[in-house]
């Protein structure tokens, strides 16, 4: 569970751009130069400032307001999850206060619905799929014959990912994941 609230918390900073909590910055754009990797997301320099071109992922204002505006309207079940709207904020566009368990939950359930009309479909999919993950393994009840099929999808997500994604994302948390 511990996993799946660090991989929430990296993958909802990155997606809103939270400060120091985003994935992708000036540093991680510079490692994909020295790699030689994605020119596309090449930092360009304008006088004194550093522009970071915008990556599949990256959310415009309106879509962040989508996001959060959706999350923000979610009811669920008392006992079922801590009451959303309380964790969304409007003014700063970002989650705050996500314990494990609320991490869990919107990894689960409510994170593919609410990227559902906002990022481009491969995008989308490659984060249901890792959220499709979690929901398996978390199950009561694992079918160990299914397990090598499972270990097989996010194999391929972790391909599709480092497609879509800055190399960063490849920690130890997804190296856990791909050897799980």
């Given at each position: ?11 909802i ?17 510079l490692d ?64 705050i ?73 490849l ?10």
């Amino acid at each position: 569970m511990h996993v799946q609230k660090n991989v929430c918390d990296s993958l909802i900073g990155t997606l809103l751009n939270i400060n120091g909590k985003t994935k992708d910055g000036l540093n991680a754009r510079l490692d994909l130069i020295e790699m030689n990797i994605r020119g596309d997301l090449t930092p360009i320099e304008m006088g004194k400032r550093t522009y970071l071109p915008p990556a599949c992922y990256t959310m415009s204002k309106d879509e962040k307001i989508s996001f959060c505006r959706c999350l923000k309207g979610v009811k669920v079940p008392q006992g079922h999850s801590s009451n959303v709207k309380s964790l969304v904020s409007m003014q700063d566009l970002k989650l705050i206060g996500l314990k494990s368990h609320d991490c869990h939950i919107l990894m689960q359930q409510l994170l593919p619905v609410t990227i559902r009309g906002i990022l481009p479909k491969n995008v989308r999919h490659t984060i249901t799929c890792l959220c499709s993950f979690f929901s398996s393994i978390c199950c009561k009840v694992i079918d160990p014959s299914k397990l090598d099929e499972l270990q097989m999808k996010l194999l391929l997500s972790c391909v599709n990912w480092r497609c879509f994604f800055l190399h960063i994302f490849l920690t130890s948390w997804f190296i856990y994941l791909c050897i799980w």
